[in-house]
């Protein structure tokens, strides 16, 4: 018998019972990038394609012996958050990423569904700009997130640049901010590195509606690839090609916002 070593990371999100985003699509991301996941559940949501229907945030107790659990047992290499729920949930995980010392940590700054459904506060929204984002080694906004976190509309690329200085200034190394929910036949997103090195990552918009759980997926293939020990630049780079592979190669579920093929980069075992 030969026993094999990987290594082990965690992500800290909500669950999709529709499977396409949330910490399953962080679990199913993953395991296609060859690590193992463990994972703290924040929150319950019952939720397909179509919308979310209803959202049950986790006890704060629980998420506090989740955390002591994974800790007291797993040697996590990189972790990631996602959609948080609320205020109170956000300071709960704040503090637990303190106690544990987790890093790196990637930041999903999880605000909206696909379908529209807004899944955080005002308040929340502020204890990440103010507890959160300082905490993160990358965090992965998209347009609308973005735009929520800096308080200024983004259009132009010099908006990016500005937009992406500012989410620095609150304390993020690293900074992406995703294009997808721009227009024209390309989709660009910007990163700024903590160096301030900065470059532009595009590639061809697809015309399909399943691109479901495009964050999630995003985050969870750089923390995979930060955990087998790439470079920043580098694990950026692996997800945005992940991403767009399994958006290109794309599966036929649900009837509404559909996911995305997860397991569109099988074959490419040398690029994971």
């Known amino acids: 018998m030969v026993e094999q070593q990987y290594p082990e990371v965690l992500t800290i999100a909500g669950s999709d019972s529709g ?3 949330g910490i399953q699509a962080d679990i199913k991301t993953m395991q296609a990038c060859h690590v193992y996941s463990s994972s703290i559940l924040v929150a319950i949501t019952a939720q397909n394609t179509l919308d979310v229907q209803a959202v049950l945030p986790m006890p704060i107790k629980m998420i506090d012996a989740q955390f002591a659990s994974i800790y007291a047992d797993f040697d996590i290499k990189a972790a990631k958050t ?17 106690q544990y010392h987790i890093t790196p940590l990637i930041v999903d700054p999880v605000m909206v569904a696909k379908g529209g459904t807004r899944l955080l506060t005002q308040e929340a929204i502020e204890t990440i700009i103010q507890d ?12 609308p997130e973005a735009e929520a ?9 010099a908006d990016f640049k500005t937009a992406a200085k500012k989410i620095s200034a609150m304390g993020a190394k690293n900074v ?11 989709v660009s997103d910007y990163v700024l590195l903590a160096d301030g090195h900065d470059f532009w990552l595009s590639g061809d918009r697809y015309d399909t509606k399943r691109k479901h759980g495009t964050g999630d997926t995003l985050s969870s293939a750089i923390t995979s690839a930060l955990a087998k020990g ?3 630049e580098k694990a950026i780079r692996f997800g945005k090609k992940f991403v767009d592979m399994a958006i290109k190669k794309g599966i036929v579920v649900g009837h509404g916002h559909g996911p995305l093929n997860h397991w569109a980069m099988q074959g490419d075992h040398d690029e994971i």
């Open 132 to 143: 959160l984002i300082p905490l993160a080694d990358i965090v992965t906004p998209n347009l």
């Open 176 to 186: 992406i901010i995703k294009g997808g929910h721009g227009q024209g036949k390309t």
């Open 230 to 232: 790439y470079s920043i």
């Open 19 to 21: 499977g396409g985003a």
């Open 82 to 98: 996602g959609m948080l729920a609320d205020s109170q949930h956000v300071r709960c995980v704040v503090k637990n990423i303190k």
């Open 149 to 157: 976190i800096t308080n200024m509309q983004i259009i132009s690329k």
